[in-house]
């Protein structure tokens, strides 16, 4: 009761102990930079001092705060590492979120955020800028910058994204330029990629349609930037392929980002009439699908964490939009369904996992609107061959086998003629009897008493015969 009496809530003990705090971050800041560990943890207690309204209410009233902003606005450029500078202005914008007064908030704004607005515009804007970008002073004034940017978008909440976007949205239409500009630097790249996708993870679900749709041009325009500036490049610099392998998986993650804007939307109404055409985030997506893909190549696919993102964005598209993927220019739409393909014979059970749900949306989609026929019907149908021999070779862990003989069935459902002729194939391969009339009855005893639909009680009963049926077939089962 002591300890609370001097040092709980509204007490001049808090209020010492959260300036003492304070005056340290202040203390660390100034006096080891060079430290870039103890700069790291530093910022993180900055921002666990702002990271609530209420504890930030209490620190914007403690004198070491503003010596902190005061600190951050004189501190040459590099002075902090990139990581410390980004959590420093998150730290600052989420002390913002506290101040109550709208007005007072603005003003708050201006003088946290506009110098680095101008710092920025100073250098766009000189008439020499395209002779002297590449210059080293300029670059790291870019840089420095690109990593304040990162922090105010990672810093943004409910109540300051709309300011915030406002604050941010005119660079971000000067970096869609810049990545042309600047294609050569690969560290300039990533850093506005970055930029990109922490403004669509942190801000995009909060933003109006208007707004939305700001962002969703600025990332196309971004992308396409970039491909135009990287499709048929080659480089003879060994650390190539893995910068290829970064940017296009930070392309990977932003287009995911966006995606995300059409199943967690908070935005507030922005009076659109409601016969306006709206962009969806999955047309966005589906659309810096198609340009990035020329850019993906098998080897790239080979890095574990792009293989994995990329499987997960386009089952994750099929899942929100099954629709929009059906009607994909027929390019599209071969490399795509080539990469399932590829994803159920090379790249591990994970992805084997990914493409199998993949296969079972747009399959199920297919059968419930009657698309039999359709130029997406026709570009499944050889998955149920592939998918059926890799299944009874034993090229699947059976610890996968729920996931492929969901898919496996759903194919069954959509081919059925097909099914049936590969069926008989098989069985003519063989020149056993004995073996071909086992396989006959497993492969009978597979749908008896099964109806060949979609419907959830008949996946359930093809289930549970697809188990006994690996289990009847194994040991004696080889397809030529």
Same mark, same amino acid.
């Given at each position: 009761?002591?300890?609370?009496?001097?040092?709980?809530?509204?007490?001049?003990?808090?209020?010492?102990?959260?300036?003492?705090?304070?005056?340290? $971050?202040?203390?660390?800041?100034?006096?080891?930079?060079?430290?870039?560990?103890?700069?790291?943890?530093?910022?993180?207690?900055?921002?666990?001092?702002?990271?609530?309204?209420?504890?930030?209410?209490?620190?914007?009233?403690?004198?070491?705060?503003?010596?902190?902003?005061?600190?951050?606005?004189?501190?040459?450029?590099? =002075?902090?590492?990139?990581?410390?500078?980004?959590?420093?202005?998150?730290?600052?914008?989420?002390? &913002? =979120?506290?101040?109550?007064?709208?007005?007072?908030?603005?003003?708050?704004?201006?003088? $946290?955020?506009?110098?680095?607005?101008?710092?920025?515009?100073?250098?766009?804007?000189?008439?020499?800028?395209?002779?002297?970008?590449?210059?080293?002073?300029?670059?790291?004034?870019?840089?420095?910058?690109?990593?304040?940017?990162?922090?105010?978008?990672?810093?943004?909440?409910?109540?300051?994204?709309?300011? @915030?976007?406002?604050?941010?949205?005119?660079?971000?239409?000067?970096?869609?330029?810049?990545?042309?500009?600047?294609?050569?630097?690969?560290?300039?790249?990533? @850093?506005?990629?970055?930029?990109?996708?922490?403004?669509?993870?942190?801000?995009?679900?909060?933003?109006?349609?208007?707004?939305?749709?700001?962002?969703?041009?600025?990332?196309?325009?971004?992308?396409?930037?970039?491909?135009?500036?990287?499709?048929?490049?080659?480089?003879?610099?060994?650390?190539?392929?893995?910068?290829?392998?970064? /940017?296009?998986?930070?392309?990977?993650?932003?287009?995911?980002?966006?995606?995300?804007?059409?199943?967690? /939307?908070?935005?507030?109404?922005?009076?659109?009439?409601?016969?306006?055409?709206?962009?969806?985030?999955?047309?966005?997506?589906?659309? &810096?699908?198609?340009?990035?893909?020329?850019?993906?190549?098998?080897?790239?696919?080979?890095?574990?964490?792009?293989?994995?993102?990329?499987?997960?964005?386009?089952?994750?598209?099929?899942?929100?939009?099954?629709?929009?993927?059906?009607?994909?220019?027929?390019?599209?739409?071969?490399?795509?369904?080539?990469?399932?393909?590829? &994803?159920?014979?090379?790249?591990?059970? /994970?992805?084997?996992?990914?493409?199998?749900?993949?296969?079972?949306?747009?399959?199920?989609?297919?059968?419930?609107?009657?698309?039999?026929?359709?130029?997406?019907?026709?570009?499944?149908?050889?998955?149920?061959?592939?998918?059926?021999?890799?299944?009874?070779?034993?090229?699947?862990?059976?610890?996968?086998?729920?996931?492929?003989?969901?898919?496996?069935?759903?194919?069954?459902?959509?081919?059925?003629?097909?099914?049936?002729?590969?069926?008989?194939?098989?069985?003519?391969?063989?020149?056993?009897?004995?073996?071909?009339?086992?396989?006959?009855?497993?492969?009978?005893?597979?749908?008896?008493?099964?109806? @060949?639909?979609?419907?959830?009680?008949?996946?359930?009963?093809?289930?549970?015969?697809?188990?006994?049926?690996?289990?009847?077939?194994?040991?004696?089962?080889?397809?030529?």
């Amino acid at each position: 009761m002591a300890l609370l009496a001097a040092f709980g809530k509204d007490t001049d003990g808090a209020t010492w102990t959260v300036n003492f705090l304070l005056r340290k $971050v202040e203390s660390n800041l100034c006096s080891f930079s060079s430290e870039p560990g103890l700069i790291k943890d530093t910022v993180r207690l900055f921002i666990a001092l702002v990271d609530m309204r209420e504890k930030g209410s209490v620190v914007l009233k403690s004198e070491g705060f503003w010596n902190i902003v005061q600190l951050q606005s004189k501190t040459e450029r590099g =002075a902090f590492p990139g990581a410390a500078k980004r959590g420093l202005f998150k730290a600052l914008v989420l002390a &913002g =979120a506290a101040v109550d007064d709208v007005q007072r908030r603005g003003e708050y704004w201006i003088q $946290v955020l506009k110098p680095l607005q101008d710092r920025f515009k100073n250098i766009i804007c000189q008439e020499n800028f395209n002779r002297i970008f590449h210059e080293e002073n300029i670059k790291a004034e870019i840089i420095d910058i690109l990593e304040s940017f990162i922090g105010v978008a990672q810093g943004s909440q409910v109540v300051t994204v709309q300011s @915030l976007f406002h604050f941010l949205y005119p660079m971000l239409s000067e970096f869609t330029t810049l990545v042309g500009v600047y294609h050569n630097y690969q560290q300039v790249v990533e @850093l506005i990629l970055e930029l990109y996708c922490e403004c669509a993870r942190s801000m995009l679900c909060y933003l109006s349609q208007g707004d939305s749709r700001r962002i969703y041009e600025a990332c196309l325009q971004t992308i396409q930037t970039y491909a135009r500036c990287n499709t048929g490049r080659l480089s003879l610099e060994s650390a190539a392929e893995e910068e290829t392998f970064r /940017d296009i998986l930070l392309l990977m993650e932003l287009l995911t980002n966006l995606l995300s804007k059409d199943f967690i /939307d908070l935005s507030p109404p922005d009076g659109s009439s409601e016969g306006e055409q709206t962009v969806t985030a999955g047309d966005v997506c589906l659309y &810096g699908l198609n340009i990035i893909m020329p850019l993906m190549t098998v080897d790239l696919l080979k890095f574990p964490s792009l293989c994995t993102q990329y499987f997960k964005m386009i089952t994750f598209v099929c899942e929100i939009y099954p629709d929009k993927v059906c009607q994909l220019p027929m390019g599209l739409l071969k490399n795509l369904l080539s990469s399932i393909e590829l &994803g159920l014979t090379t790249y591990g059970q /994970d992805v084997i996992v990914l493409c199998s749900d993949f296969i079972q949306v747009l399959g199920t989609h297919i059968y419930r609107s009657n698309l039999q026929g359709s130029p997406v019907y026709e570009t499944l149908r050889p998955l149920l061959k592939l998918l059926m021999n890799l299944i009874l070779t034993h090229q699947i862990n059976s610890d996968l086998l729920p996931n492929t003989s969901s898919a496996l069935y759903v194919l069954i459902c959509c081919y059925q003629d097909d099914y049936q002729h590969l069926v008989q194939g098989l069985l003519d391969s063989h020149q056993d009897q004995l073996v071909a009339e086992r396989l006959a009855k497993a492969f009978t005893e597979l749908t008896s008493n099964i109806t @060949l639909n979609i419907e959830r009680q008949n996946r359930i009963k093809f289930r549970d015969s697809f188990d006994k049926f690996i289990v009847n077939v194994h040991g004696f089962l080889l397809i030529k």
